[in-house]
């Protein structure tokens, strides 16, 4: 199930513009790991090509190596779309499929991917999911209604049910919260605490606050100027980043002295 | 208690925090009473000068006056000048509306004559004065646009997921150059390339329904391709998104998440095409022709059309020609039917399969 994730010399390209330079680390199993930085600092574009999602955007491409327990994600012969499978992901914006019910929300990723699973397996994930994404008491009596219904903080955990329902290793979120009142933060962050348990998670957030809560290890990101690359300034674990970090731009930045 | 609360003065105009001016207001009976009295005066003007239209004209003109200048009067500029762009917007509107009220009266007061049973059970083969009926060109109008329909709606999709899906660079600037003069052919020219194409196969005296679908379709497919590329572009990419990163493929996601999303609109985007091309007169009368006999088979033989029909009723009626411009009106009047028995189609689809929201 949750596998660990090396990133060796990463640099990520849109077209001529280096985004990011040369970032390592490892994100341990079943650990949760946040990215904090400025905006613009490309720990969102980091985060993206974990799973190959910036591959989206024409003309991005990345040098160096990501591997998911081992298995090289940008091999020559691996596919972008089973990468995706096994790395998935929450965004900022709750974004259900409007078309859909709740029900049809959670197994989209089972049946558009082609999956035929009998009646009673498909429930068993539904309930699975939301249950794991702590909306099913909510929601159990009214499976049919559309997921855009709901309220923004509902929609995100049905997007977190969607993301697990087809069982990944990692769950990558890019400021899952961002969108979101405080209960629903509160929600979505008990709900992290619990997806531990099964699986990696890698978190972006611009709140250190919640970083410091939610996380094991804390990553901090940071560009020089305009127009520079991002990159890994310091990683540690969360009590070190918070309290006696090594950097001096860490600190100014944790501390809000930054600038 | 509510006396210790209550406010020790009543409050009058010159409480108002200084600076916020106050003003008298017209209200709703003034405003009415001065669009009536203006109208009414219009009204005495047209029945001195013997002339509806002079009435109408001056009445409006006495209407964009009086209330305004009232208005300004006692209400203070800025809210004369509002009255003034009202009174505008709102005889814009109602001179809009007038052709088409006009045009949906004359047409039922005189198609209703021969909107009956006989009309829609007969075709006109032997018939000479009353009677006889509109059955073979209502089957063909419907088995022409139908195939035009069938025709053009995947290939105008397909065009326009290609525009917005995977179109980069200069292929896709062509074809939608291509599609924007596509659009601006005249039907004529689309019959004239139909009967050109398949006289090339059959010999110069072809006339067949199916060259009708295409010479149809070949106006059809760039309406479909630009209303369908607006819906495609109006879904949003978080959608796009979240479907890649459930792990579905790229053609996967279009079929299963951005058609659907788009669906309503990509409904209401055919049916506005179908409605452009059910009424073409032209490119059927050179390729698809016109007979008295009805024809259930699109590949061979003359096809009758309602447009056509229409046109040919009204302009050979025969002797006597009441019955021929009666059949004229009601072919007209069934053609309106059909048209917007489609735009209610399309809203009801549009309601059954759009996206959800409660």
Redesign the interface.
């Known amino acids: 199930m949750a596998k660990s994730i090396d990133v060796t010399d990463l640099s990520i390209y849109y077209g001529d513009f280096l985004a990011v330079e040369k970032v390592s680390m490892t994100i341990e199993p079943k650990s949760v790991t946040a990215l904090i930085g400025p905006s613009g600092c490309g720990k969102s574009t980091f985060l993206r090509s974990l799973?190959r999602?910036h591959e989206?955007i024409?003309g991005a491409r990345v040098e160096g190596k990501v591997s998911l327990s081992g298995q090289d994600v940008y091999g020559p012969t691996v596919d972008a779309?089973?990468?995706?499978?096994?790395i998935?992901?929450v965004?900022q914006?709750p974004?259900?499929?409007?078309?859909m019910?709740i029900y049809e929300n959670v197994i989209?990723?089972v049946?558009?991917?082609?999956g035929r699973l009998p009646k009673a397996r498909l429930d068993e994930v539904v309930e699975r999911s939301l249950r794991g994404a702590n909306l099913w008491n909510e929601v159990k009596d009214r499976l049919d209604?559309?997921g855009?219904?709901l309220s923004g903080g509902q929609q995100q955990r049905l997007?977190i049910a969607?993301?697990i329902a087809?069982e990944p290793d990692v769950l990558l979120m890019d400021e899952p919260c961002s969108a979101l009142d405080p209960i629903s933060t509160l929600a979505i962050e008990d709900l992290i605490a619990d997806l531990k348990a099964n699986y990696t998670i890698v978190i972006v957030t611009h709140n250190m606050q919640q970083a410091a809560r939610v996380s094991d290890r804390t990553g901090f990101f940071n560009i020089e100027a305009t127009g520079q690359p991002g990159r890994l300034v310091e990683m540690d674990d969360t009590t070190v980043i918070f309290s006696r970090p090594s950097q001096q731009a860490t600190e100014d930045y944790v501390s809000g002295r930054f600038g | 208690m509510t006396a210790v609360n209550a406010p020790t003065e009543t409050p009058t105009e010159t409480d108002a925090a200084p600076g916020l001016e106050s003003h008298r207001h017209l209200g709703t009976g003034a405003t009415w009473g001065l669009t009536g009295a203006g109208l009414a005066g219009g009204a005495l003007l047209g029945l001195l000068a013997g002339s509806w239209a002079v009435g109408a004209v001056a009445g409006l003109l006495l209407v964009l006056v009086a209330l305004p200048g009232v208005s300004w009067r006692v209400e203070g500029a800025r809210r004369g000048k509002d009255r003034a762009f009202t009174v505008v917007v709102t005889v814009a509107f109602l001179l809009a509306l007038l052709p088409l009220l006009s045009l949906i009266y004359s047409t039922l007061t005189n198609g209703l004559a021969r909107f009956d049973p006989e009309f829609f059970t007969s075709d006109m083969r032997a018939v000479l004065g009353e009677g006889g009926g509109a059955l073979h060109a209502i089957v063909g109008t419907l088995l022409i646009t139908g195939s035009a329909t069938l025709i053009s709606v995947p290939i105008g999709i397909m065009c326009a997921i290609y525009l917005v899906e995977y179109g980069?660079g200069r292929l896709a600037r062509m074809v939608t150059i291509l599609v924007d003069v596509m659009t601006g052919i005249p039907s004529i020219v689309a019959g004239l390339f139909a009967f050109a194409l398949f006289s090339i196969f059959f010999g110069p005296s072809i006339r067949f329904g199916l060259g009708g679908a295409v010479a149809l379709s070949l106006l059809m497919v760039p309406v479909v391709v630009r209303s369908v590329e607006e819906m495609l572009k109006l879904v949003?990419n978080?959608?796009?998104?979240?479907?890649?990163?459930?792990?579905?493929?790229r053609w996967?996601?279009i079929v299963?998440?951005v058609l659907?999303?788009a669906?309503a609109g990509i409904a209401a985007g055919v049916t506005i095409a179908i409605a452009r091309v059910i009424g073409e007169t032209a490119p059927l009368l050179i390729i698809a022709g016109s007979t008295t006999n009805l024809d259930w088979n699109i590949f061979e033989g003359r096809m009758m059309t309602l447009p056509v029909f229409t046109y040919e009723s009204y302009m050979i009626p025969g002797v006597p020609p009441e019955p021929g411009v009666d059949r004229a009106w009601a072919a007209a009047l069934t053609l309106m039917v059909i048209v917007m028995g489609l735009n209610l189609a399309a809203r009801l689809i549009a309601r059954l399969?759009?996206?959800?929201?409660?």
């Open positions: 799973n999602m989206v024409p779309v089973s990468v995706r499978r096994h998935g992901m965004f914006r974004n259900p499929f409007p078309t019910s989209a990723g049946r558009l991917n082609g209604r559309p855009s219904g997007c969607r993301a087809v | 980069k949003a978080e959608l796009r998104e979240a479907s890649y990163a459930l792990g579905v493929p996967r996601t299963k998440v659907p999303t669906g399969f759009g996206t959800k929201s409660r």
